[in-house]
């Protein structure tokens, strides 16, 4: 089954603290901060299965940004949307990529109690993880230099960390 990528800040979603004051089940509020939405719409990236497109979409995401920086990101099962009949479409990024730009998708209809049992799900059987600053500019080197990325429409500053 496919997979969504949103991004995050993963300090908000580290599960090292034991949170005493949490009931069974409960979920702490601060990963809710990174699913914040706009017309109760959460924007997210179909994932394959064998991630082979994982890359690709953090670059493009990455290439919308004013400065190269660390990508933290969650992924999770596309059937956790599905359970939580939660409603999806496919609309286009913004990136300067286009080809990633189709694998864009938007949860729409979003009620504040369908995302929140949207984080819980995340929470329990998503999963986080990281890339470093260094392999996000090594990698919108690469991808501008397969011209998978419009370099044109990269901020002055990327640009320049990118060619240098």
């Keep these: 089954m496919p997979l969504l990528l949103r991004k995050i800040r993963k300090p908000r979603w580290y599960r090292t603290q034991e949170l005493s004051w949490l009931s069974q089940g409960e979920i702490p509020a601060d990963p809710l901060a990174d699913l914040s939405t706009t017309s109760n719409e959460l924007s997210t990236w179909h994932i394959e299965d064998d991630l082979s497109n994982l890359e690709r979409v953090i ?36 990136t300067p990529d286009a080809q990633a730009n189709h694998w864009h998708r938007d949860l729409v209809h979003l ?4 995302l929140a049992e949207l984080a819980r799900a995340i929470w ?41």
Excluded: C, H
């Design 59 to 94: 670059v493009a995401i990455a290439g919308t940004w004013d400065r190269i920086d660390s990508f933290d990101y969650a992924l999770f099962d596309q059937r956790l949307v599905e359970e939580l009949n939660i409603e999806m479409q496919q609309t286009m990024g913004d």
């Design 111 to 114: 009620s504040a109690q369908r």
């Design 124 to 164: 329990m059987d998503g999963r986080t993880d990281r890339k470093l600053q260094k392999e996000i500019r090594d990698a919108l080197a690469r991808a501008v230099s397969r011209r998978e990325i419009d370099p044109n429409r990269l901020k002055p500053n990327v640009q320049s960390q990118v060619k240098a």
